[in-house]
T-cell receptor, first 115, second 114 residues
Framework: AQTVTQSQPEMSVQEAETVTLSCTYDTSESDYYLFWYKQPPSRQMILVIR??????QNATENRFSVNFQKAAKSFSLKISDSQLGDAAMYFC????????????FGEGTQLTVNP | DTEVTQTPKHLVMGMTNKKSLKCEQHMGHRAMYWYKQKAKKPPELMFV???????INESVPSRFSPECPNSSLLNLHLHALQPEDSALYLC?????????????FGPGTRLTVL
């Protein structure tokens, strides 16, 4: 069974600084997809970034980038130039072709951005 | 339109009430999902509809009854709920084909069962 682990229940960062959120996963599949979702206090889940396992290049979306290490089964999220609006719960998620539409989520990391 | 909408935003109900949650999307997605989320926890999958047919039921109690009347609408009918069912209920949708099948989430319905 696939599992997703986020080892940092809480993180904090100063505004304008950079922070990295960790995620590891366990799978025997070779074809899968990884996601970072953000859930601010408004509670709406927002897709931040996604990575296809077959792509070697790390995904980037503006200030958000990932460090995808397939052999190590690691998928960390880097937030550059942190803004107050980045404060949220961040969930790492996994989906494989064999799991169909089912997402496996990590337990989440609560990010605080200090002014 | 890249939005999933949910109504109502908040719902308070007694254990003997019958109520329904509604979800709507107009992105042409043929997969729709119901999740239950407790505070500071990840969403837990409840049901998945594929092409308007129930494809996944994660052993959810029968007091929760999903319905997918058409490809844009998803309902969750609630009856005889328990206080422990109080949670945020999230709806999501996605394509059924394509590489990532990324899920788009609605804002949720915060349910309180008294």
């Amino acid at each position: 069974a696939q599992t997703v682990t986020q080892s940092q229940p809480e993180m904090s960062v100063q505004e304008a600084e950079t922070v990295t959120l960790s995620c590891t996963y366990d799978t025997s599949e070779s074809d899968y997809y990884l996601f970072w979702y953000k859930q601010p206090p408004s509670r709406q889940m927002i897709l931040v970034i996604r990575q296809e396992a077959y792509k070697q290049q790390n995904a980037t979306e503006n200030r958000f980038s990932v460090n995808f290490q397939k052999a190590a089964k690691s998928f960390s999220l880097k937030i550059s130039d942190s803004q107050l609006g980045d404060a949220a719960m961040y969930f790492c998620a996994y989906r494989s072709e064999t799991s169909g539409s089912r997402l496996t989520f990590g337990e989440g990391t609560q990010l605080t951005v200090n002014p | 339109d890249t939005e999933v909408t949910q109504t109502p935003k908040h719902l308070v109900m007694g254990m003997t009430n019958k109520k329904s949650l509604k979800c709507e999307q107009h992105m042409g997605h043929r997969a729709m999902y119901w999740y239950k989320q407790k505070a500071k926890k990840p969403p837990e999958l409840m049901f998945v509809y594929s092409y308007e047919k129930l494809s996944i039921n994660e052993s959810v109690p029968s007091r929760f009854s999903p319905e997918c009347p058409n490809s844009s609408l998803l309902n969750l009918h609630l009856h005889a709920l328990q206080p422990e069912d109080s949670a945020l209920y999230l709806c999501a949708s996605s394509h059924l084909s394509g590489s990532s099948r990324k899920q788009f989430f609605g804002p949720g319905t915060r349910l309180t069962v008294l």
